[in-house]
């Protein structure tokens, strides 16, 4: 089976797992306080971190490899920080969720030979 099959299947529940924060911010804050502003940025940089991997597919280069699989790690490692003040089974989901898009980020994708 190829990588890039599970990996896209991984960014785009990525892009709805931000899209849900998004959408929970009015039922979790009835006020736009300070809280409800880092709520939407946090699920706007779920959005964007998951979208950054659906645009990094359609590059072959290892540099857009290199640069999704650290955007990857960032927000694993984001949701493994977020574990110790909110350990709840989201966390869980959201961190398994980027460690996985970085492993595929970073594994050997075959590339067609350009021919002229």
Do not use: E
Request: glycine share 10%.
């Amino acid at each position: 089976m190829r990588v890039q099959t599970p990996a896209l299947a991984l960014a785009i529940i990525g892009v709805l797992l931000g899209a849900v924060h998004l959408a929970l911010t009015p039922l979790a804050y009835a006020d736009w306080t300070i809280d409800a502003l880092w709520f939407v940025g946090t699920g706007l940089a779920i959005v964007l971190a998951a979208a950054a991997n659906l645009i990094g597919f359609q590059s072959s280069g290892v540099g857009s490899r290199l640069i999704v699989a650290a955007i990857n790690f960032a927000m694993g490692f984001y949701f493994a920080a977020a574990w110790l003040v909110l350990p709840g089974p989201q966390v869980v989901i959201g961190g398994v969720l980027f460690f996985a898009l970085a492993i595929c980020s970073l594994a050997n994708r075959r590339t067609k030979a350009v021919t002229s």
